[in-house]
């Protein structure tokens, strides 16, 4: 029987891998773009490489100096998460890969979430409606039985 070896290549130069996560961040975008998702935030902002970004902090420098000051555990998420991304994208993958991205190597406050579309969402909470509602019919029901009865048993007409 033959064994899958699994290999995996990480990326520790800060220019490479700030290369890597913009593209994996235009993965992600083409994802959203794909499955008509919704953005909270603004994902442009980590893919801008010479302009800048809001008030200026987001600049191609910026994610290289982020990327410098993680640890070596820390580009091994990085490199992890992305890796994650090009095997099989998600909707959880990519929020993680973001949250991430933004929380420790741009150090920022801002946060950028992917949920459904509006279109899955009104599903969504139209189908609670209605799990509302049949459980309210099914307690009807037993009510209806209970007081019921054999009543109509034991009528003669």
């Known amino acids: 029987m033959k064994t899958m070896t699994k290999t995996t290549t990480y990326v520790y130069n800060s220019g490479e891998l700030a290369n890597k996560i913009?593209?994996?961040?235009?993965?992600?975008?083409?994802?959203?773009?794909?499955?008509?998702?919704?953005?909270?935030?603004?994902?442009?902002?980590?893919t801008k490489a010479s302009s800048k970004g809001i008030f200026g902090l987001y600049t191609q420098s910026n994610l290289e100096k982020g990327i410098s000051t993680l640890s070596k555990n820390g580009l091994k998420k990085v490199n992890r998460a992305i890796q994650k991304i090009e095997i099989h994208n998600t909707m959880r993958t990519s929020n993680l890969f973001l949250h991430y991205v933004m929380k420790q190597i741009l150090k920022s406050d801002e946060r950028i979430k992917i949920s459904s579309s509006a279109k899955e969402h009104a599903i969504q909470t139209k189908r609670d409606a209605w799990k509302k509602a049949h459980l309210l019919a099914m307690q009807l029901l037993i009510d209806y039985k209970e007081e019921k009865g054999d009543f109509y048993k034991r009528v003669k007409i």
């Open 22 to 46: 913009t593209e994996t961040v235009s993965k992600i975008d083409t994802f959203i773009k794909e499955n008509n998702f919704q953005v909270t935030g603004d994902l442009s902002i980590i």
